[in-house]
């Protein structure tokens, strides 16, 4: 091991990396399009590195002793390992070019080459690029980004501390490729995983890293292949191998995103120098803290509690946090000041907005801001409460203001929340409804879509020409309704049977509507990274929600009046709102989905009123938000699904609720997806070719369901017999009067050509499906 140099007393877990302005996004995008060369993209690259260094010693994190993390990154953290370990699954062995070709290839695939599948990074809403590995896979460490980096920052004088994710989360988060045999599991493969680590750590050792950080977020999580407790064990092993390796850094191993409490004295006794837990999302074990066994376990250790929310955008209550680390400190632990997890899933700077509300911005902490604070927390530590005593009563008196602040609590929204009963939750029976909704003359096997039509160059231009003030409400307003009557008339054409608005309005499907209700603020910068190159622009949900106006009735009861078909209302529901949002902290998530529940069952009440007669509310985030830990899953679906039942429960009989759900596996929680009680259910489906429509089958799933037949997420057109092949395989386990045919999610990423040959051909299946 290099030698031996204490983890400064302030640290984060990573920083965001697309750059302040998204140049990263910029950057990489004009490299795609071939309008710059890849010299001209790492160079782009290295500067905003530097900067990111340069910005956080600026900001309070010491330039020695490796408390500046390496967390950049072209695309996504797990495909940074993948390269790193060189495991290229063979389907791309002919790759030809440099590293970052072959990268961007597994990213996002090219002609010859599909991408590797991406899916949610545990509970957030960042995707990385699933890793495919069989028993074949090779594996020979590919160091070189890594040290590059590390000499980047020397030359730049700062020690810096390169992150990877660990072996174990590595091979967790894989899937087996579809060359491996029958039983076959990547975990299979940890030994030489964990061989390759020891060359990488041996490689970064001789450049000069004093440290390394290693992310086995695998520790807290539920929902992986093995059991909680067998992922620790695994850990075990692993770090075994990787403490013992003969040349190496400091290891910093970190369990972000949950709680690591019940195995953190094991994770302690691990030979590596420092490890850290997420006290947000997590805990500390009291019991083995108070009788001084985590301590013991420590020794010489460092701890790095993870008190400051990486997750969110709340100023930390400093206090608190720090009466937390006094406590370790003086429980005899040696105590660094640390963030719950990597900075990556929080925009960068409050001072970057300039239009919101002064009074909200001082509540506020985007990354740079909880820099400053663990530095603030760790000179406390250093000095003593008393050092600090003038930012721990700035904060306080900013969570003052902010709990009595108005709008953050309403008395009439309380007492509306306060005042609901089970009733409110629960529509008249299934028989009732069916019956009820007889008069809307649904075929077996009805056609429709998700909701959204394409988002053409002329829609968004029209919206920021709007919002720069170069055309007025009407002119805009015009143009969406010359947009409805034109995807009706599309509609009519193609035969579908339920029709929709086509969502041209929304800008996101949160955004659109938390600009409308009382109780959210939208940001100019606020942008955290979805996947690759992609980021959103979270809205902040800061005080009681309500809703001044009706939000979609206008567009929707116009799409109506041009149509004999039923049009469908579509709302996004309340824990997709709250997913895709910065949520409040002072109070449960529950509550808050209550208010945006009640929010919603006023609109929908309009929209009944204006004629329509089916209304969709999506939740593709439902199982998103699932908690990692078992233990709290339950609590979780029964707000989840109950906020989902308040917002449609005032929905009479004869009032078709449908809702929808994608970006996920939903076989696992069908009985919540049951609970919510819908009457029909969209449900992505097409690339798993129909795979839930086996445990709906098992279930005994009794109303309306709709498996996506139409994977929307490639311009690739769908052939009849495809189409109708999928229709088929549902057909097996769901009675035709049940199932639904539609694409797999809204169809605002595709262009207008293949839209309409892929959904001519979707009624043209549900026809030869229906006629035989
Ligand atoms: C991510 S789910 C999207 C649903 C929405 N109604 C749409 O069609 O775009
Ligand atoms: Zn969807």
């Known amino acids: 091991m290099t030698a031996k140099t204490p983890l400064p007393t302030a640290t984060i877990l990573g920083y965001p990396r697309l750059g302040r302005r998204r140049e990263l996004k910029r950057a990489i995008e004009s490299f795609w399009k071939g309008n710059s060369s890849e010299a001209e993209l790492t160079a782009t690259a290295r500067e905003l590195r530097a900067a990111t260094r340069a910005r956080l010693v600026e900001l309070g994190l010491p330039a020695e002793g490796g408390a500046v993390p390496e967390s950049f990154s072209f695309y996504d953290q797990v495909l940074d390992a993948t390269l790193a370990l060189g495991a290229i699954p063979s389907r791309f062995s002919d790759v030809q070019g440099s590293d970052l070709v072959t990268y961007f290839a597994l990213a996002r ?59 174990v989360t590595y091979l967790l988060l894989a899937k087996a490729s579809d060359d491996a045999g029958e039983g ?8 030489e995983v964990v061989a390759v680590y020891v060359e990488l750590l041996g490689a970064l050792a001789a450049a000069g890293a004093g440290w390394v950080q290693l992310d086995e977020p695998a520790l807290v999580s539920d929902s992986l292949s093995v059991s909680r407790e067998e992922a620790l064990a695994l850990v075990e092993k692993a770090y075994a191998a990787l403490g013992g390796a003969d040349s190496r850094p400091q290891i910093l191993l970190t369990a972000p995103y949950g709680d690591s409490s019940a195995g953190l004295t094991r994770l302690a006794a691990l030979p590596v120098e420092a490890v850290q837990a997420d006290l947000v999302r997590g805990s500390l074990p009291q019991q083995a803290l108070a009788s001084g066994e985590l301590a013991r376990a420590f020794g010489e250790k460092q701890f790095v509690a993870g008190v400051v929310d990486g997750r969110n955008i709340w100023r930390t209550d400093l206090r608190a946090a720090f009466a937390q680390l006094a406590g370790l400190k003086d429980a005899g632990i040696s105590v660094v000041v640390g963030t ?24 506020l902490a985007f990354a740079d801001q909880k820099v400053e604070q663990v530095a603030v927390l760790a000179r406390g530590l250093a000095e003593g409460a008393a050092a600090i005593e003038p930012e721990l009563a700035v904060t306080e008196a900013a969570l003052a203001d902010r709990a009595s602040a108005p709008g953050v609590h309403v008395d009439g929204v309380r007492g509306r929340v306060g005042a609901v009963t ?33 988002q053409t160059g002329e829609i968004r231009k029209a919206r920021a020409a709007f919002g720069r003030g170069e055309i007025d409400q009407n002119a805009y307003d015009g143009f969406l309704r010359d947009e409805i009557a ?13 029709l929709v608005h086509g969502e041209a309005e929304r800008n996101d499907m949160v955004q659109y509507f938390a600009e409308l209700l009382d109780g959210f603020a939208v940001t100019e910068n606020g942008w955290v990274q979805s996947y690759g190159t992609r980021a959103t622009r979270p809205s902040i949900l800061w005080g009681d929600v309500s809703r001044p106006a009706p939000m979609t009735v206008a567009w929707s009861a116009y799409a109506q009046s041009l149509t004999q078909q039923p049009v469908k209302g579509m709302l996004t529901g309340p824990v997709t709102i709250l997913a895709w949002s910065f949520v409040r902290d002072d109070q449960p998530l529950g509550d808050t989905a209550a208010q945006v529940a009640l929010a919603l069952r006023d609109e929908i009440d309009d929209l009944v009123d204006a004629g329509i007669n089916i209304v969709q509310v999506d939740e ?37 609720i449908h809702t929808h759900l994608c970006y996920s596996e939903f076989g696992e929680i069908i009985d919540a997806v049951d609970g919510l009680d819908a009457d029909v259910t969209s449900i992505e489906a097409a690339r798993s070719r129909m795979d839930v429509v086996e445990p709906l089958g098992d279930h005994g799933y009794s109303r309306g369901i709709g ?34 045919i539609n694409p797999d999610c809204g169809l605002k990423t595709r262009g207008y050509e293949e839209t309409v040959a892929s959904l001519t051909n979707l009624v043209q299946a549900a026809k030869a499906v229906r006629e035989a």
């Open 707 to 740: 498996p996506g037949v139409y994977d929307i997420h490639s311009p690739r057109v769908p052939s009849i017999d495809e189409q109708s092949e999928l229709i088929r395989i549902a057909a097996k386990r769901i009675p035709g009067k049940q199932l639904w």
């Open 340 to 363: 719950s997890n990597n900075l990556q899933h929080v925009p960068h700077d409050v001072n970057d907005e300039t239009k919101l509300d002064a009074r909200l911005k001082s509540w």
């Open 486 to 498: 034109r995807v009706i008339k599309l509609q009519e054409e193609i035969g579908l049977d339920v």
């Open 109 to 167: 695939g090219d002609k010859d080459h599909q991408p590797l599948e991406m899916t949610k990074w545990f509970d957030t809403n960042y995707h990385y690029s699933v890793p495919e590995i069989d028993e074949r896979t090779p594996f020979a460490a590919n160091p070189a980004a890594l040290v590059a980096q590390v000499a980047e920052a020397a030359a730049q004088g700062i020690e810096s501390r390169p992150v990877l994710v660990g072996p």
């Open 620 to 656: 593709p985030a439902l199982r998103e938000l699932l908690p990692l830990d078992a233990d709290r899953q339950g609590s979780y679906l029964d707000w989840s699904v109950g906020s989902f039942r308040l917002a449609t429960g005032g929905a009479a009989p004869e009032v078709q």
């Open 184 to 191: 076959f599991s990547p975990i299979d493969r940890l030994d």
């Open 422 to 454: 089970d009733a409110d939750r629960n529509r008249a029976d299934e028989a009732t409804r069916r019956e009820a909704q007889e008069g809307l003359s649904i075929p077996n096997l009805a056609t429709t879509t998700i909701g959204s039509f394409p």
